[in-house]
C-alpha cells in the first residue's frame, strides 16, 4: 500500500515524510500553483530522501517532450498528470505515469478515459472555473471512489487529513493515499506534525485493514 505526500519543496519536510514511513514524495513542477518547486528545491528534495522514497514530478496538461525533459532533469521515478492529456502520452514517455482525474460525481468518474497503463488518482474536481486541478483541499466523494476503486486500483486524494484517511481507506480500500493542502499551514507550507500525523495513520489504517483481510475465510488476496 503507498503512502504520498504531495507538494513537498523542502528537504525538512521530504525527512519529515520519509521518517515517518512515506513511500513517495510529490513536487509540484506547475509555475501556477503555490505549491511549486523549482529545480533547486527539486534537488534539495532528492537529496533529502536519498533513495528511500520515489520522487514523483507533478505536471499539468505538459507535453510528452516536456514531461520527458523534466523526468530527465529531476531524475523522477514517476509522473503525476493532471488536466487535458491524450492516452497514446503513456507511450511517448519513459517514465512512470500516474493520470489524476477530478469527478464530480459517480456517472463522471465511470464516463472518464481511463487509461489501462497506468495507475489511477481520483482527486476532487476544482472549486472554481478555470483553477487548477488538485491541491483544492475539498474532501472527495468516498461513495464514487469506492465504486471506482472496486474496478480498478487507485490512489486516493482529494482534501484527506490525518484525522479524515483512516476512515476513507476503510471505506474506499484504494491502492494508497496521497494528501497535500490538508496537511499545512497555509498554501503551500506544510506542517511537519501534520505530515507524520497524516503518513502514521494511513500506514496504521492499512496494516488494520490487511488484518481484517487476512483473517477472512478464503480471503486469498481479494479486495472486498
Do not use: Y
Amino acid at each position: 500500500m503507498i503512502v504520498k505526500v504531495c507538494g513537498v519543496r523542502t528537504p525538512e519536510i521530504a525527512e519529515c515524510a520519509v521518517e515517518a514511513g512515506a513511500d513517495w514524495v510529490g513536487v509540484v513542477l506547475e509555475p501556477r500553483s503555490p505549491r511549486h518547486a523549482d529545480d533547486a528545491a527539486v534537488e534539495a528534495v532528492r537529496g533529502a530522501l536519498g533513495g528511500r522514497a520515489d520522487l514523483v514530478g507533478v505536471m499539468v496538461a505538459p507535453s510528452p517532450e516536456r514531461c520527458a525533459e523534466l523526468a530527465w532533469r529531476h531524475r523522477l521515478d514517476a509522473v503525476q498528470v493532471h488536466g487535458g492529456v491524450d492516452p497514446g502520452f503513456v507511450r511517448d514517455v519513459d517514465v512512470a505515469v500516474i493520470r489524476a482525474v477530478n469527478p464530480a460525481d459517480r456517472d463522471t468518474a465511470f464516463r472518464d478515459g481511463w487509461w489501462p497503463d497506468c495507475l489511477l488518482l481520483l482527486d476532487s474536481p476544482p472549486h472554481t472555473a478555470g483553477a487548477l486541478p488538485g491541491g483544492t483541499g475539498i474532501p472527495i466523494d468516498l461513495e464514487m471512489a469506492a465504486d471506482v476503486a472496486a474496478h480498478r486500483p487507485v490512489i486516493l486524494a482529494g482534501g484527506l487529513t490525518p484525522d479524515s484517511v483512516a476512515a476513507a481507506i476503510e471505506r474506499v480500500r484504494p491502492r494508497g493515499v496521497d494528501a497535500s493542502s490538508g496537511l499545512e499551514s497555509s498554501p503551500g507550507v506544510k506542517d511537519p506534525g501534520r505530515v507524520r500525523d497524516f503518513v502514521v495513520a494511513a500506514r496504521e489504517a492499512f496494516a488494520a485493514l490487511e488484518a481484517r483481510s487476512a483473517a477472512l475465510p478464503g480471503a486469498g488476496g481479494s479486495r472486498r
